[in-house]
């Protein structure tokens, strides 16, 4: 599926996107690939002399490319926000800097991106074996999700699979059984969840839960357990009820089962790529793809901004 989505993200026009803090070479180094594989035209912002100093050691060549000088990491966040606020951007890319203070600026209450959405990553994930693109959420953001941010978080997975071209993405709410039990809370909101979902609260694809990860994705383990659904067996979205088990699970299947991944955050007014230093230069390109396409299926559908 990612080198389908690369391909249909360069028939799109790059995107103008903001670098924030590159100034190590797998930072820069990443952007100036997405660069040259069409996915988007980068802005530089942070301290030029570093940035600069970056690409020498890395043998990168920076002519042509507009670089906006900031002191440091924190100031280099905010100045990305404000090109935003500006038009001079459609996606942030996250570069040496912790995440944290990415979202930071994102999330000002008075001067970053917010909208009526709560803020959540999407990993999605190529998997041996498995014959559709897995999206897994949320492993990066939200820690312990309430049921609002828990509705939000299945929405970002469900806008992000539809503009990848998924007519109905099939979506799992995942815990350790797949009965509802008030002595394991994440049944209790997986139900809540499923009935937002009949009640129009949340839209799009279709929604089944509690399930346990082995009956969201086998369809043997869904029949030995005598599971009538339309997901169980056949999920697309696997959605975590915590952060520490959707990030486990994401990294199991990345580096014991050999998935490629990339992954995004939604739910601002643009969207974020959130990258990782162990992320490789074709994670970074894909992540690009998947911003590039969102960015353009979401420009017919914006979200409202608070205020």
Known sequence: MQSALVERARALDPLLTVVVHPCDALSLGGALAARD?????????????????????AGLDLTGL?????????????????????????????GKLHTDELLSAVLDKAKGLRTERRLSHVFALDVPGQDRTLFVTDAAINISPDLE?????????????????????????????????????????AA???????????V?????????????????????????????????????????????????????????????????????MLTSRSDTVDARIVSAALAKVFYHWRRERPLEVPG
């Open 204 to 272: 799009g694809g279709k929604v089944d839960g509690p399930l346990a990860f082995d009956n969201a994705i086998s369809p043997a383990a869904a029949a030995a357990k005598g599971i009538v659904s339309d997901v169980a067996g056949h999920a697309d979205i696997l959605v975590a009820p915590d952060l520490e088990s959707g990030n486990m699970m994401a990294k199991q299947l990345i580096y014991l089962a050999g998935a490629s991944s990339a992954g995004i955050a939604l739910g601002a007014r643009v969207p974020i």
């Open 149 to 189: 941010a828990l509705k939000d978080i299945v929405q970002n997975a469900i806008d992000l699979a539809i503009a990848l071209g998924v007519e109905v993405p099939l979506v799992a709410l995942l815990s350790a059984v797949e009965t509802v039990t008030s002595k394991l809370p994440s049944t209790l909101l």
């Open 37 to 57: 594989e069409g996915m988007i035209t980068p802005v530089l912002v942070g301290p030029r002399a570093k940035i600069q100093a970056a690409s020498e050691t």
């Open 66 to 94: 507009e670089i906006v000088d900031a002191p440091h990491s924190h100031a280099a966040a905010e100045v990305a926000v404000a090109l935003v606020h500006e038009g001079r951007a459609g996606a942030l890319m996250k």
């Open 192 to 202: 809540a969840i499923c009935k937002m979902h009949d009640r129009g609260q949340i």
